[in-house]
């Protein structure tokens, strides 16, 4: 079984540019979720998708990020524009149910310069 | 805002040695989870536990959960240098959201 993907692995980009991140989820899992490690802090929740429908957005920071998951597959998560304090790993996780293990991916490495 | 305590931040023991880490909160939460975290990788779990009291063992470490589900501790008989790496608590606040410790540095000297 193939695990959860992401997609970059890393991405450094100027303060104010656009950048989107993506994840494969385990075929099958319907629920999907981001969190992000900013240095020095713990791993945040930023969102939870079930299928394609958002169940749980409050812990995405600010209106420059957006996520979505058409069709229920993979997730994107763009940030625009980038600010400096979006710097660190973005991690994507699924699970098949409640209740059940989450898997994480190996996340995207995030610079902003 | 719910934390999640977790302790000692970092420690270095000599293989052979026991250590044990905490985790505490003061919520109350639906279960425990704990992870450990390689460079360049994401967390990989280890270990789930839902009932106040559980003790879960896995080879060499055992997960306690507190009798009020708010703490857990996790302990490693017989350090070995394979166990290096960083071991996060992530309590579940309902069945669809975790909250992470910030995590325990672990490095086995040989």
């Known amino acids: 079984e193939a695990g959860v993907t992401q997609f970059p692995s890393h991405s450094v980009i100027e303060k104010g540019q656009t950048v989107t991140l993506r994840c494969d989820p385990i075929?099958?899992?319907?629920?999907l979720y981001w969190y992000r490690r900013v240095m020095g802090k713990e791993i945040k929740f930023l969102l939870h998708f079930v299928k394609e429908s958002k169940q749980d957005e409050s812990g995405m920071p600010n209106n420059r990020f957006l996520a979505e998951r058409t069709g229920g597959t993979y997730s994107t998560l763009k940030v625009q524009p980038a600010e400096l304090e979006d710097s660190g790993v973005y991690f994507c996780a699924s699970r098949l149910g409640t209740g059940r293990g989450y898997t994480f991916g190996s996340g995207t490495r995030l610079t902003v310069v | 805002t719910q934390l999640l305590e977790q302790s000692p931040q970092f420690l270095s023991i000599q293989e052979g040695e026991n250590l044990t880490v905490y985790c505490n909160s003061s919520?109350?939460?639906?279960?425990l989870q704990w992870y450990r975290q390689e460079p360049g990788e994401g967390p990989v779990l280890l270990v789930t536990v839902v009932t106040g009291g559980e003790v879960k063992k896995l080879k060499r470490l055992t997960f306690q959960f507190g009798d009020a589900r708010k703490d857990s501790s996790l302990h490693i008989t017989a350090a070995q240098t394979g166990d290096t790496g960083l071991y996060l608590c992530a309590g579940a606040i309902r069945d669809d959201k975790i909250i992470f410790g910030k995590g325990t540095r672990l490095h086995i000297l040989p």
């Open positions: 919520s109350v939460f639906s279960s």
């Open positions: 075929s099958g899992h319907d629920n």
